[in-house]
Every structure is written in structure tokens, then in C-alpha cells.
């Protein structure tokens, strides 16, 4: 098909038929440059450095710049940069499945972000809930004031629930005011100061999708259910909250996955005795200064996470095959 | 199997005065903020009824139905269903379903689910709820469909599964909103005819809110027509179309043309109406016209004869010019610009394939018509 059309250009001014067929050529190039555009983005900014990453956990800890072993290079020719090759191994991954503290640390982890994940959902669903159901007037406001604390910085944000929850903090001066307790709640560096800093940091990523499955769904469904004999609360179980799945589970994975992996809120609201993956990763990274040992970290925790999100999304779409 | 037609000839409870209605607006108000939708309406339906409520958009039809549903209170006055007051009971214990205009069909359910909703709710056993969505499937012919979910369904199928759905329940009174507003024209003319075979068939109470006067006219025993949240006539199709009770009715429903006038002489059967040109109409359906009363002559375009000769003999005639031609087929629609420049519609029905008194735009024209074809409007 382009020869002819390509043989044609020189013989005689194109027809409309084979105008077209070049307009179809050039708006595949550019549907086909779109996508690429994308892949390129993920090519650079997530393969290319995690094949770095993964290539010094598979590196030896060397007292050096960079503190690894070796680095690769054609300095001594090919030769030299199989034999180079030939150093990486395992060690460092045998090493996590010696120490029980990743283990340990990983599963924490995972329960921590779990616990949190479903805190933040039952915090936020009332809340998203609420913003859908509101005047259309009024909801631009609410989700700006959703988006607001955005504007402040991360760090900023969970330094100051530390004025909050410290012994003498805010709340307990507020509480012991108004006489409900006595002595100050230790409440800081507790495994409960991270549910709430985790709660508190990630709520936007739990309401703003699970704002916008509730709000494009259509009031009439809810009117059906009462009309067919549904109270108010099981017409929730039966219509609203299965109709609002996509967005619980779009905003669970957005709470989850940062989650496992925080490491802010941790040590800062979470004090020295917590145990979660992302310290251990700073630790063996900053402190011990073992890059090699902390990529492994890393590696794994990506495929801890990977995993569960590419068997999900590929259940999703053969439901979304089958007409939801 | 008997027409259905011999079960609805008889039907008009209406006019006995022993028969007890079945739903009763009493003096209802409904007022949103400083916005009146209903005001003041009382209105009776009798049971097996099939009634419209008819009017313009905005006009509380909607809010009529929803107020009987149990989605909205009445600000003031009473709903009575079957002797009951309705107020204060929410809308899944009332004995009404409706058939939403979006159809509000479940889009997570199948067609079966999506029927079987309110039987499930009611705690009916399962094989009877089998069964019985069985029966609905096959009312509504869609037997083939039933494991299928909304969204692969045509919009007409859809509308048969919302119809299944809401009659599942055998309610006391169904309620449509506006049933038919989502089809095609075709489709909505079939789906007209079997609304009306599937009420007389279960034997229910139909109470239909709709904008399209065709629609309301094919399928009611009788029209509400509502304009700013007040009745303005209730009556059967037949009466509504002939007999219009205001110069609103006549104007919203069908074609008419007005003449508006002074009663010049008036006795029990005939009132002479002088227009305000200097032409006189003679009628023999006075009504409560007084002489010296102003008044509107209300005539339908297809009581109205246009001819090219002076016609002989007749009352009424008025004199104009061809102003506008329309033909529809079936019939050919005249505009005739009379001479004291008032435009008169009159159709004329197409029996025969060639036209014996051939009229075209600018010829000389005559209207005229009989005493007893229209009717004297004094509100």
C-alpha cells in the first residue's frame, strides 16, 4: 500500500483517496508518538534506575566512592567488565533472609499500612461521602479545602502533629482542661501516633477518589432502592457502596503502597523503637552507609508491592471485559 | 382473546357518585424556599385508573408523583392512598413504586437481580421470587435477556426491565414518570398500546406524569392538566380535546384557533360573537356566556372547511387570503390570513389522492364552519 502511494506522488497530484491514506499514515505516527511519549517517561525515570539499584544490591559494601563493589566500567575493556560482572551475587539478599529484622520489618510494615489503610478509608469515606451528597455549589470549596494542606509542606505537617500529641502537647493540655483525663496521654512515639500521622497524611488520596466514584453516581439509584423497600442503611450496603468499589479500591492502593514504604511519619511521631521497612532502609543506608544491603532492601520492597498491584489490575480489566 | 377495550368502555367511575376515589390530594401545597411548585391541588384517582398528569415542564407534576412516592412531604394538606394518610411514612413502606425516567436501573445487578430487588426486600421466599421474576421477564419479553446487565441492553429494553421491575412488587399504584420519554417515536407509539394492555391486565393503578399530549391522550381514562402548580382541568381525553374548560386547556392541548370577541346576543342554545373586527360568529355552545361578557371562540383546525368559492348556505364564513401550505400526507394544513389579519389554521384530511378544490398560496379563500363546531371559552 505505501509503495503505491509513494510511486504515485512523483507520477501525478495525490487523489483524494490516496490523501487520505497518507492523512491515516501521519495520524498513526502520531497516535503511535502519544504512546510512546509515556513509555519513554517510564523508560528513564523508573527502569533505567532501578536497574541501577539493582545492580548495586548485587554488589559487595567497599569502604570507597561510591561505598560499592565493583563499579562498572570499560577501563580495562571487555575483559575487564565481565570480570567485573562475574563479582555481583546474591550475598546481599542471603544476608536479608539471615537477619529476622527485615523479615520483621517488612511484615510490620505491611500491617501498619494495612491498619492504616483501613483507618484512613473509614475516616475518609463519611467524609468523601458527605463532599458528593453536598450543594454542587459548595463542593469546588470542599475539594479545595481536601487539597489545601497540600500546600504546606510533608514535613512541616507531621513536625507539628508532634506539638499536638507530645505529653504536654496540645491535645493533652486540651483534654486535661476540660477534665476528661488526668494525666497526660502518652500518645507520642506510640504505634498510635503512626495510625494517626498516617491517617491525617494520606486522607486526601483516600477522599478525592473516593469522591469521585460517590459523585458521578446517579441520586435516582439510591431513590429506586427506597422505593423498592430499601431503609436508608441497606440501600447503602446494597447500591451505594458496591457502586463505589473502583474508587475504595483506588484509593486503598494510594493509601497502601506509599504506606509500607513511609519512613517520615515513622520517625518522627513513631520514636526509635518502631519497626518499619522504610527506617531500616534510611538506617542502612545513612547509618551503616551499606548501599548494597539497603538496595536489596529496596528491590524487595518493590516487588512486595508490584505484585499484588499487577494481579489486581490485571483481575480489573478481565472484569471490565466482561461488562464490569 | 376479548379486546380489552369492552373492560375499559364502561370504565368511568368518575361520573358515579357512590364510587370512593382511590388516591386523594386534599388541598396540597409543596413549596421549595419561596418557590410555590404545588399550590393548593386536590385531585382524586379511582382505583384501575390509568391517569396522566399533564403539563409544561416546571408545571409540579413531577413533584405530584414524588410526593406520592414518599420522596417529598406536602408543606400543606393531606395525601390519602386507600383511606390511608401517607404522611410521615417513608418511601419503602409505601404500597407505590415507580418507574424512574432515567429508568434507575441497578448497574451493578443483572436484568433478574435488578427485578428481584423488591421482592428480596420484602422477604419473599426464593422460589417465589424465581418465579415470579420468571413471569415479569416474560411480560415484558425478555426472557433471553435476564442475565444480562443494564449497560448491554438497548434503551428500549432497559425501559422494559425498569417497567418489570417496578410492577414486580404488584404494587397498589404505579407511578410513571414520564415512561416513554427516553424512545424513539416509533418505539414510543408500540410501547404506548402495551402500557395499556399491562395495566388492564394486572388489574393496577396507573398514574403517569408526561409533557406529550399525544401520549397522555392515547393512554389516559383521564388527563390532570397542571400549569404553575394548579389543576386546570380534569376530565377524560375526549372532553379535554372538545371541551377545554379555559383558553390555557385549549391552547396546550392539540391545535386551536381563538377568536376573541363580545357575547352580542345570547340565549339557551345560540349567542351571536362579535369580534373585535366587526365580524360575527354564530355558536350554539354557549356555556356560561352572558351577553356583553368577553369571551374566546375556541375552534379545532380540522372543524374548520377551506374553499375557494363563497360556500352556500353556511353561518359562519369568514373571508382571507392563503397564506401558508402544509402538506403532511394524511392531511394538508391551510394557514388562511384573514382580511382583518387574523391567521386561521384549518386541516383538511386528504381522502381522496387528487384534491377536487385545489387552493395555493395567495388565492382568495373562504373559511367557514358549522354553529356547534366549537366552543365558547369565557376563562
Given at each position: 500500500m505505501s509503495n503505491e502511494t509513494f510511486s504515485s506522488i512523483d507520477a501525478a497530484p495525490l487523489t483524494a483517496v490516496e490523501k487520505s491514506a497518507a492523512a491515516r499514515l501521519g495520524a498513526a505516527f502520531v497516535n503511535r508518538l502519544v504512546i510512546i511519549v509515556p513509555y519513554v517517561w517510564l523508560l528513564f525515570f523508573f527502569l533505567i534506575?532501578?536497574?541501577?539499584?539493582?545492580?548495586?544490591?548485587?554488589?559487595?559494601?567497599?569502604?570507597?566512592?561510591?561505598?560499592?563493589?565493583p563499579v562498572l566500567g570499560f577501563g580495562d575493556g571487555v575483559a575487564g567488565f565481565i570480570g567485573q560482572l562475574k563479582q555481583l551475587g546474591l550475598d546481599n539478599y542471603v544476608w536479608l533472609t539471615q537477619d529476622p529484622l527485615y523479615f520483621y520489618a517488612y511484615v510490620s510494615s505491611v500491617v501498619i499500612a494495612a491498619i492504616s489503610t483501613v483507618l484512613t478509608l473509614l475516616v475518609g469515606y463519611p467524609v468523601a461521602y458527605g463532599m458528593a451528597r453536598a450543594p454542587a455549589s459548595l463542593r469546588p470549596t470542599l475539594l479545595m479545602l481536601v487539597i489545601l494542606p497540600f500546600w504546606t509542606s510533608f514535613l512541616i505537617r507531621v513536625y507539628a502533629w508532634i506539638g499536638i500529641l507530645k505529653p504536654e502537647g496540645l491535645l493533652n493540655q486540651f483534654l486535661l482542661g476540660i477534665g476528661v483525663i488526668h494525666e497526660p496521654l502518652i500518645i507520642l512515639n506510640t504505634y498510635t501516633a503512626i495510625f494517626i500521622g498516617i491517617v491525617y497524611s494520606y486522607l486526601p488520596f483516600m477522599v478525592l477518589p473516593l469522591y469521585s466514584a460517590l459523585e458521578k453516581m446517579d441520586?435516582?439509584?439510591?431513590?429506586?432502592?427506597?422505593?423498592l423497600g430499601c431503609p436508608p442503611t441497606a440501600a447503602f450496603w446494597k447500591i451505594t457502596f458496591p457502586l463505589s468499589l473502583p474508587g475504595v479500591i483506588a484509593g486503598c492502593l494510594l493509601v497502601f503502597i506509599p504506606a509500607v514504604g513511609e519512613f517520615?511519619?515513622?520517625?518522627?511521631?513513631?520514636?526509635?523503637?518502631?519497626?518499619?521497612?522504610?527506617?531500616?532502609?534510611?538506617?542502612?543506608?545513612?547509618?551503616?552507609?551499606?548501599?548494597?544491603?539497603?538496595?536489596?532492601?529496596?528491590?524487595?520492597?518493590?516487588?512486595?508491592?508490584?505484585?499484588?498491584?499487577?494481579?489486581?489490575q490485571q483481575a480489573q480489566a478481565r472484569a471490565q471485559e466482561q461488562g464490569r | 382473546?376479548?379486546?380489552?377495550?369492552?373492560?375499559?368502555?364502561?370504565?368511568?367511575?368518575?361520573?358515579?357518585?357512590?364510587?370512593?376515589?382511590?388516591?386523594?390530594?386534599?388541598?396540597?401545597?409543596?413549596?421549595?424556599?419561596?418557590?410555590?411548585?404545588?399550590?393548593?391541588?386536590?385531585?382524586?384517582?379511582?382505583?384501575?385508573?390509568?391517569?396522566?398528569?399533564?403539563?409544561?415542564?416546571?408545571?409540579?407534576?413531577?413533584?405530584?408523583?414524588?410526593?406520592l412516592a414518599g420522596f417529598e412531604e406536602p408543606t400543606e394538606g393531606r395525601i390519602l392512598l386507600d383511606g390511608q394518610d401517607l404522611r410521615g411514612i417513608p418511601p419503602y413502606r409505601r404500597p407505590v413504586n415507580m418507574m424512574f425516567q432515567s429508568y434507575a436501573l441497578f448497574p451493578h445487578m443483572t436484568v433478574e437481580k435488578n427485578i428481584a430487588f423488591g421482592l428480596k426486600q420484602d422477604g419473599m421466599p426464593k422460589p417465589e421470587i424465581e418465579a415470579r421474576v420468571a413471569e415479569m421477564l416474560k411480560l415484558v419479553k425478555l426472557e433471553q435477556f435476564a442475565r444480562r446487565k443494564p449497560h448491554q441492553l438497548s434503551g428500549g429494553q432497559r425501559q422494559r426491565v425498569a417497567l418489570a421491575r417496578s410492577v414486580a412488587k404488584r404494587p397498589k399504584v404505579l407511578l410513571l414518570d414520564e415512561p416513554l420519554g427516553a424512545l424513539d417515536k416509533k418505539l414510543r407509539e408500540e410501547t404506548q398500546f402495551e402500557l395499556m394492555d399491562l395495566q388492564q391486565n394486572l388489574g393496577l393503578t396507573f398514574v403517569v406524569v408526561t409533557h406529550d399530549q399525544e401520549e397522555a391522550m392515547t393512554m389516559a381514562d383521564r388527563i390532570a392538566i397542571l400549569d404553575k402548580g394548579e389543576v386546570m382541568q380534569v376530565a377524560t381525553p375526549t372532553e379535554v380535546y372538545e371541551a377545554p374548560s379555559s383558553?390555557?386547556?385549549?391552547?396546550?392541548?392539540?391545535?386551536?384557533?381563538?377568536?376573541?370577541?363580545?357575547?352580542?346576543?345570547?340565549?339557551?342554545?345560540?349567542?351571536?360573537?362579535?369580534?373585535a373586527s366587526g365580524a360575527e360568529i354564530v355558536v350554539n355552545n354557549v356555556g356560561d356566556a352572558i351577553a356583553g361578557a368577553n369571551v374566546a371562540f375556541a375552534i379545532r383546525p380540522e372543524k374548520i372547511k377551506v374553499s375557494s368559492k363563497k360556500p352556500a348556505g353556511a353561518?359562519?364564513?369568514?373571508?382571507?387570503?392563503?397564506?401558508?401550505?402544509?402538506?403532511?400526507?394524511?392531511?394538508?394544513?391551510?394557514h388562511v390570513k384573514l382580511d382583518d389579519g387574523q391567521v386561521v389554521r384549518a386541516s383538511a384530511m386528504n381522502a381522496a389522492r387528487v384534491t377536487e378544490d385545489p387552493l395555493t398560496w395567495n388565492d382568495r379563500a373562504w373559511v367557514s364552519f358549522l354553529p356547534d363546531a366549537g366552543i365558547v371559552l369565557t376563562r
Open positions: 534506575p532501578f536497574i541501577i539499584v539493582f545492580k548495586i544490591s548485587l554488589s559487595q559494601t567497599a569502604i570507597a566512592i561510591p561505598p560499592y563493589a441520586y435516582s439509584l439510591i431513590e429506586a432502592a427506597k422505593d517520615v511519619i515513622p520517625d518522627l511521631l513513631g520514636g526509635s523503637q518502631t519497626l518499619m521497612i522504610g527506617k531500616t532502609l534510611w538506617n542502612e543506608f545513612f547509618s551503616n552507609r551499606d548501599w548494597p544491603v539497603s538496595s536489596a532492601v529496596a528491590v524487595i520492597l518493590l516487588l512486595l508491592l508490584i505484585v499484588p498491584i499487577v494481579l489486581f | 382473546m376479548a379486546s380489552l377495550g369492552s373492560i375499559r368502555r364502561d370504565f368511568e367511575p368518575w361520573n358515579d357518585p357512590n364510587a370512593k376515589p382511590y388516591i386523594r390530594f386534599e388541598n396540597v401545597t409543596k413549596r421549595f424556599g419561596d418557590f410555590t411548585a404545588v399550590n393548593n391541588l386536590s385531585l382524586t384517582v379511582f382505583e384501575k385508573e390509568f391517569f396522566a398528569l399533564l403539563g409544561a415542564s416546571g408545571c409540579g407534576k413531577s413533584t405530584l408523583l414524588r410526593m383558553r390555557f386547556v385549549a391552547g396546550f392541548v392539540g391545535n386551536v384557533n381563538m377568536f376573541e370577541g363580545k357575547v352580542a346576543a345570547s340565549d339557551a342554545t345560540t349567542a351571536r360573537i362579535t369580534g353561518l359562519n364564513m369568514l373571508e382571507g387570503e392563503v397564506y401558508d401550505i402544509a402538506y403532511l400526507g394524511d392531511m394538508t394544513v391551510y
